[in-house]
């Protein structure tokens, strides 16, 4: 089950918290903010990408089977 993450000045949600996954996501929206910091820890769902991203970061090509609980 997730959680919604809330913006604490307007309540808009930006996120969901995945405790099962011990994950957040953040949606893509909240990135453009300039104020956002964000460092990315992999790449998930990789097999359906559309912008390819020369860094590091392990890969996930379809999603969370290692972690389902």
Same mark, same amino acid.
């Given at each position: 089950?997730?959680?919604? $993450?809330?913006?604490?000045?307007? &309540? &808009?949600?930006?996120? =969901?918290?995945?405790?099962?996954?011990?994950?957040?996501?953040?949606?893509?929206?909240?990135?453009? !903010?300039? &104020?956002?910091? +964000?460092?990315?820890?992999?790449?998930?769902?990789?097999? !359906?990408?559309?912008? !390819? +991203? =020369? !860094?590091?970061?392990? $890969?996930?090509?379809? &999603?969370?089977?290692?972690?389902?609980?």
């Amino acid at each position: 089950m997730s959680k919604r $993450i809330s913006c604490a000045e307007c &309540g &808009g949600c930006v996120g =969901n918290a995945l405790p099962v996954f011990d994950m957040t996501t953040v949606f893509p929206m909240k990135l453009a !903010d300039p &104020g956002f910091k +964000f460092e990315p820890e992999w790449h998930l769902f990789h097999a !359906d990408r559309v912008v !390819d +991203f =020369n !860094d590091d970061l392990p $890969i996930e090509e379809r &999603g969370f089977e290692q972690w389902t609980p």
